[in-house]
């Protein structure tokens, strides 16, 4: 499993937006709010922290910039974006 992209997910668990990054995330959804996670290549939204870790066993990144907080998009150095 590798990490796709950055992504927001509303409270009632629908996606919102998608992107590069979460402000572009936020931007593709219109400016709405919501959580910040990681859409993986299987389509499953993902939290910082599961990304992460989902992103340090795939080769995608090398270390996370602060484990406490989770992945970051600056945190991916490898495979990313994944194209379709």
């Keep these: ?14 996606l919102l937006g998608t992107g590069l990054s979460h ?18 290549d299987t389509g499953l939204f993902v939290n910082r922290k599961r990304a992460g870790e989902i992103a340090l066993a795939s080769g995608q990144a090398e270390q996370l910039a602060n484990p406490s907080f989770g992945l970051s998009s ?3 150095v490898h495979d990313y974006p994944l194209s379709d």
């Design 1 to 14: 499993m590798k990490i796709k992209c950055a992504a927001i997910l509303s409270r009632k668990g629908c």
């Design 23 to 40: 402000e572009s995330a936020r931007i593709s959804a219109g400016g709405a709010t919501g959580e910040r996670g990681f859409l993986t």
């Design 74 to 76: 600056s945190d991916l």
